[in-house]
């Protein structure tokens, strides 16, 4: 749609402007957009020649999204088509064609960002910042010469990239990581993905879909460690369906290069496989930026220490993004670039969010907002669950998904909304009209009392507040929380 490209410039035009953000991910393209509409002078600079967006357009978000999709949308047909269709149609499955659509969609995506930038008159320059002073910086880009520029205002916002262990060898065909896992000339027979977070798993789901021979290892005891334990063990069925195979408590002891192939020494096992794709943990791009030297806190993963309003130990230099740490979502990394320029610039200060939801896009998908279950235990907050299986659902039924489960977590007293935690098809839309509630202060009395359209998954919501109110008054006769 949006295929237009204009090249970024060599070199400012100005010696000083309002704001300088380094980097062009979400929480750099959300902090310049936001700044120039209060028609503060904006300089982005980016250290790639020609490419805005980083890891959020080209190596991560967009692009593995766009092919799960496409994977998620055959294997959804399964339950009206059967089995063999669904085989037939990945044994066909062009992998050249899926990658290729990936590509387009990131490249759309980045049009569509410089059609931001050009409209709201924002300068993108290429070339590496690092810090002369608190109010300069150096700009090195390609060609090796620099110059200096000047800012009232920084914003750091330059993300984050794999971490890559010494001792694992990366060659970028055999043993691989997130940024490199999509360059695969051709899919592999055989998989062992090291890591069982939000990447780890969301690759899992896409090769297995392929009809990849898929390991997901993992040091720790489950997948998914921050999430509700109760909706990552219906995801664990429904990937172990697919035919992904999953090893807890498994250390990675030794990676070599064996031929064609690599051999993997676990714990309690050694695997031999055609591709190891390393998705344990990321590092902050924060180093040789001069930080330290401005007394700057960084920690041993690159993380940069921020204040509620994003500010570091310097209160005009913001940072935002993977390079402060979790929860480093596209979506919050936006806010809280966003955020920075409002509380810069604007005379109207903002509270960033203190509820936003996570999606997980696994096949099916898990999404959450609030406290888990094991964490409202450990506070000691008296709760009651509420739940809505798919399967209770028409439309569950329709669409074939018996694993999908809606959780709520409701205030025994109050009736508020204290968590939401969902597994299952399009878990990470309907998130939001609980998220709408939380924000709101609803109580779980106005879920019973909403009609929804029929069938739809959104049902699931009022079945759970049934579920959970129907637990503090058995005998039907549901009443409002005292303060209602």
């Known amino acids: 749609m949006f295929s237009q490209k204009s090249p970024i410039s060599s070199k400012a035009t100005k010696s000083e402007y309002d704001m300088v953000v380094i ?55 399964r339950h009206h088509a059967g089995n063999g269709w669904v ?32 409209k709201n008159k924002i300068e993108i320059i290429n070339g590496f910042a690092s810090f002369e002073d608190t109010h300069s910086i150096k700009v090195t880009p390609h060609d090796g010469s620099s110059y200096s520029v000047k800012a009232k205002v ?32 051709s899919v592999p027979k055989h998989m062992l993905i090291y890591g069982a977070g939000v990447i780890g798993c969301e690759y899992a789901c896409i090769f297995g879909a392929l009809g990849v ?29 697919m035919g992904v195979k999953i090893r807890f408590k498994q250390d990675l002891k ?48 690159g993380i940069i220490a921020v204040n509620d309003a994003f ?19 596209a979506a919050t990394s936006a806010q809280q670039g966003r955020f920075c320029a409002l509380h810069a610039f604007a005379t109207i200060k903002s509270e960033f969010p203190k509820h936003f939801p996570i999606g997980v896009y696994t096949i099916p998908e898990l999404s959450s907002v609030g406290p888990t279950e094991e964490q409202l235990k ?33 205030d025994r007293k109050t009736h508020k909304i204290l968590g939401i935690h969902i597994v299952g098809e399009d878990a990470a839309n309907l ?36 579920n959970a109110l129907n637990k503090i008054y058995p005998d039907g006769k549901i009443l409002l929380p005292p303060q209602v």
């Open 378 to 410: 450990e506070s000691g907050v008296d709760y009651v669950v509420g739940r809505a299986y798919y399967y209770e659902l028409a439309r569950g039924h329709i669409m074939g998904d018996h694993h999908g489960i809606l959780k709520l977590l409701i």
């Open 87 to 118: 085989e037939r149609v990945i044994q066909d499955l062009s992998t050249a064609k899926l990658y290729q659509r990936a590509q387009r969609v990131a490249s759309d995506e980045e049009a569509l960002v410089r059609r931001y930038t050009e």
């Open 431 to 466: 998130v939001h009209i609980g998220l709408a509630f939380m924000l709101k202060d609803g109580v779980a009395n106005d879920l019973i009392n909403m009609i929804f359209n029929y069938p739809t998954l959104a049902e699931a919501y009022r079945i759970a507040a049934f």
């Open 154 to 185: 920084f914003v750091i916002a330059t993300g984050s990239r794999p971490r890559r262990p010494s001792n694992v060898p990366f060659d970028g065909w055999r043993v691989v990581d997130s940024d490199e896992i999509l360059k695969l000339e």
């Open 213 to 241: 021979d898929t390991v997901l290892v993992d040091s720790r005891d489950r997948l998914l460690a921050t999430c509700d334990a109760e909706v990552v063990k219906s995801l664990e069925k429904a990937m172990t369906e």
């Open 23 to 77: 980097g062009s991910g979400p929480a750099g393209i959300q902090a310049a957009v936001q700044a120039a509409k209060l028609k503060k002078t904006v300089c982005i600079i980016e250290k790639i020649p020609d490419r805005l967006g980083g890891a959020w357009i080209h190596t991560g978000t967009l692009p593995s999204k766009t092919i799960r999709e496409s994977l998620e949308a055959i294997h959804g047909i």
């Open 311 to 329: 500010q570091t130990d310097i209160p005009h230099i913001y940072a935002a993004g993977d390079v402060i740490g979790p929860p480093a979502l």
């Open 254 to 301: 030794s990676v070599k290069p064996v031929g064609p192939k690599v051999s993997v020494e676990l714990t309690d096992d050694k695997i031999e496989t055609d591709v190891l794709f390393f998705a344990a943990g990321r590092i902050s791009n924060s180093e040789n930026m001069g930080l330290e030297k401005l007394g700057i806190k960084i920690n041993e993963r």
